[in-house]
């Protein structure tokens, strides 16, 4: 039986660092977190404990979950952007690592390099979470899991399709974490912006073992029985450049009444991490609509978040 002592001190760069039933374990304990904070418990499990959270790239949702998650347990957030601290600039990457480690009980890193978070978590000595990077985002992951399941129960089996921007850090990090869980995971994208087939190849051996069929494709029949439909922003921070070209290629991927009714079910989900441009990746009548459970994402950031916190600071038993 999978034990909580072995999360402790571990980092969450990637769920390609986690086996199907540790990521299962984090599921069912963001679910009980939720629970608690609905019935009103209140706990301290962080007292004395202090967690830095590092932001390259501004952020609501990332933000506010791990400083509410952190805090409402009596632990002490400090948030520090690149103004406040010299993240690489008059001192190097590594002895900003040490430093903070040897200050803080934890560290999240939101920014544009993975290569960051990962020399973060080197030289640190205290467990790191990704709040999102160039390659992966893997705390909305979980939460779009958990979500997944509060509308169908157990997320083996089910299906969910990504339409728009395959190379972006969300659809990366949902390939492998529905790879692990056996949810079946479709990418509907122009191929200029189709997932690399390395990561096509890394997660395929894995779907294989938990039952999941991953597939890539410009097909919008891949729609056909989804449970949920999920899409992002056609352009990320740092990507401006790239705005009238994204829209020009996308627009046939927008989520829209039209393409969600290509499910052919009147109980799929429509999911987005948020922030949303109405108009452009989904129309308003969508995301604002019956079938949009993206407020529901946005909550569960906080659960899976407090979930990740207490398991890899080793704060609960069992």
Known sequence: MLSSSSFVGRSVLTWLDYSPEEIRYLLDLSGKVKAEGKSGVVSQRFKGKTIALLFEKRSTRTRCAFETAFGEEGGYPVFLSTDDIQLGAKESLEDTAIVLGRMFSAIQFRGFKQHTAEVLAKYSGVPVY??????????????????????????????????????????????????????????????????????????????????????????????????????????????????????RMLTPYQVNAGLMAKTGRSDSIFLHCLPAVKGEEVTADVIDGEQSRAWDQAENRKHTIKAILLATLGVISG
């Not at 692990?180 to 994208?189: A, R, W």
């Open 130 to 247: 990704n709040g999102l990077t160039d390659l992966y985002h893997p705390t909305q992951a979980l939460a779009d899991i958990m979500t997944l399941e509060e509308s169908f129960g157990n997320s083996k089996g089910k299906k969910l399709c990504y339409t728009g921007n395959g190379q972006n850090n969300v659809a990366r990090s949902l390939m492998i974490i529905c790879s692990k869980l056996g949810v079946h995971f479709s990418v509907i994208c122009p191929p200029t912006l189709a997932p690399e087939a390395a990561l096509v190849e890394k997660c395929q051996p894995l779907a294989a073992s938990s039952g999941a069929k991953i597939t890539v494709n410009q097909d919008f029949s891949e729609l056909e029985g989804a449970d949920a439909v999920y899409t992002d922003v056609w352009t990320s921070m740092g990507e401006e450049k790239k705005r009238d070209e994204r829209i």
